[in-house]
């Protein structure tokens, strides 16, 4: 059965820092891309970073760029986000994705993210 469990979501203060993880299991994580999306209330769902399967290439949206960092472990089949610099428009529910290829697409059931003071 394959599963992606997000953790680490809350709430934090601007300028805060939280750092999220997802737990893969059921599948090959190692042969998967990794994504994080996140989607804010009436908002459309966005792509906030991604890395390759061996964590050599790594890209992110142009509204987190510095402050934001992917990261993968294949050992413990997880994927990281540390999120620096917190703002009030990071405040959206955060999923984990896996994709390989077109065929093979896994969602995680989301965390929550608030910013406010």
């Known amino acids: 059965q394959v599963q992606l469990v997000e953790s680490g979501g809350g709430l934090v203060q601007p300028g805060g820092s939280l750092r999220l993880s997802c737990q893969a299991s059921?599948?090959?994580?190692?042969?998967?891309?990794m994504h994080w999306y996140r989607r804010a209330p009436g908002e459309e769902r966005e792509l906030v970073a991604a890395i390759t399967t061996g964590g050599r290439f790594r890209s992110y949206a142009d509204s987190v760029k510095g402050r934001f960092t992917i990261s993968r472990d294949n050992a413990k089949n997880t994927v990281y986000l540390q999120m620096n610099s917190l703002k009030p428009e990071d405040t959206a529910v955060y999923y984990c994705?896996?994709?390989?290829?077109?065929?093979?697409?896994?969602w995680g059931q989301g965390t929550q993210v608030t910013v406010s003071s």
């Open positions: 994705n896996g994709r390989r290829a077109t065929r093979y697409n896994y």
């Open positions: 059921g599948f090959t994580f190692s042969d998967y891309d």
